[in-house]
């Protein structure tokens, strides 16, 4: 899924048109349905960037897997149909999700841990997070034991290592340049 500058311009685009029509609760809607079908399907996504497919082939793709789509959600297919974008429609469709989010005043974070959190250790993170950003934050956890211990923090763009793995792989750089 490519999401580059253009994934972004489009998705503000449709925020700002969205919001102008009081749609943009529904627009979310589908954009997480649309998003959510391209992580389920990677052989759509694949589909929807080959350079070998006509636009007119993708289209047809986008149409009989999103045939419920709103007005609004077919004139952006039919925008990314023109313009030979096809390939950006899950970048702009996480996009959106994170641009809403953020006119909504809140932000995804993801903290990453060897075990999962206790209620204790998730206001601590909550209390870590909350320096970092302004916005309402809605913590998510995943559990990943190679980490070794501590935690990895992501909120927006920002990380914070805290993990046992990092501070081993800094402690073993050290040792092999002194």
Do not use: C, W
């Not at 950003?133 to 034991?145: C, G, Q, Y």
């Not at 990895?152 to 793995?165: E, F, K, P, T």
């Amino acid at each position: 899924m490519k999401a580059g500058r253009a994934s972004i311009r489009y998705a503000k685009a449709l925020l700002e048109f969205a919001t102008e029509n009081r749609m943009e609760k529904s627009v979310i809607e589908e954009m997480e349905n649309i998003l959510s079908h391209l992580e389920r399907s990677p052989q759509l996504d694949e589909a929807l960037n080959s350079p070998i497919l006509p636009g007119s082939q993708k289209r047809k793709i986008i149409d009989e897997v999103f045939p419920n789509a709103s007005k609004i959600i077919k004139s952006l297919f039919d925008l990314l149909s023109q313009n030979g974008r096809e390939g950006i429609l899950g970048g702009i469709a996480h996009h959106y999700i994170e641009l809403f989010d953020k006119h909504q005043g809140k932000v995804a974070a993801t903290v990453i841990t060897a075990v999962p959190l206790t209620e204790d250790l998730e206001k601590e993170v909550l209390i870590k997070a909350a320096a970092l950003t302004p916005l309402k934050i809605e913590l998510i956890n995943i559990v990943d034991p190679t980490i070794k211990g501590g935690f990895i923090l992501r909120v927006g763009d920002l990380q914070y290592n805290a993990s046992i793995a990092e501070r081993l792989e800094v402690l073993k750089r050290e040792l092999i340049t002194s």
